[in-house]
């Protein structure tokens, strides 16, 4: 089975080129289509497709790639293990062997090569049956009529209804979908034929495959907060052999000892300080602010300081 491992931005531009006509009020045979940019893990690339409808006609399975015709033109389509291989009237995966002599939806670049047939990279294979299987990006949803939703796609250009009791499914797994795992990024196939001549284009489906879900954001790991060890400073303060006064209105514990005094604020990591030295046989006074690695916190009715603190007020006194 070929499937996407990852889809980044992707601007989608298509263009029917079949050997058959769509319902009244269907889109005409050439549309275009854009997208919405999807980002993932910081890459952006950038890929247009065009979309064509035709009988496959050989297979290489070794080569990895497919011959498909219409009435109108034979290209060669280049497949890798990132290309959707879809069984469009079951939606399951089918093998690349099987798709010989199917009718197809291809997804392919704009880009084709000018040899003869044509080569083209296809980004997905969709058998189709008697509803066309439409594959689309989720550009955004909102809530309808009678519990449906409308998706909106091909960069604004198209809304679809999805019927609240629609028939949904996921491609691989069993896990069980609604309607709230179609997302803005998800990938589908939404199965219609008739589309309503406005703009945007509306269609209705009650059936829906589910290719990828959209890609969640990765939840950043909180960065821990670096929690210092902190100290009671009366305890601390009697230690140093510092006296200590409390000003509850101020939330201010004042340390002094002889010839030193240090003003500290509850929630503030700046305090400042004054100190008497000699200098030339004189004695200084000495003003000075300094800057603890933590605000004081007050807790049980006590002041609690960073340990650092501590030494740094030992070296002032000196």
Known sequence: MMKHKKIVTLTLAGALTAAMFTPALAVNNTETILSTPLISQQEEVTVEYTRTIGVVQEVDVQAQNILVKNEQTEIQFNLDEKTWLIDGEKGTAIDLADLKGKEVVVAHSMAMTRS????????????????????????????????????????????????????????????????????????????????????????????????????EPIAEEPVAEERLEMVGIRQAASEL?????????????????????????????????????????????????????QAPELRDGRTYVPKSMLEALKQQMQ
């Open 241 to 293: 052999g510092l006296d200590v006064a409390w000003d509850h209105e101020g939330q201010t514990v004042t340390l002094s000892k002889e010839g030193y005094k240090a003003t500290i604020s509850v929630g503030s990591a700046k305090y400042g300080y004054t100190k008497l030295v000699e200098k030339d046989g004189k004695q200084t006074e000495i003003i000075a602010d300094a800057l603890a690695e």
């Open 116 to 215: 003869l047939p044509p080569q083209s990279y296809a980004y997905a294979v969709v058998t189709k049956g008697e509803v066309t299987p439409n594959y689309a990006i989720i550009e955004a949803v909102e809530a309808g009529k009678d519990g449906a939703v409308r998706l909106t796609t091909s960069n604004g250009g198209m809304w679809v209804t999805v019927a609240e009791k629609a028939d949904m499914k996921p491609l691989a797994t069993k896990n069980i979908v609604t309607l709230e795992d179609l997302k803005p990024g998800a990938q589908v196939i939404l199965y219609y034929d008739i589309v309503a001549l406005s703009y945007p284009g509306q269609a209705y489906t009650d059936r829906v495959v589910l290719l990828k879900p959209a890609e």
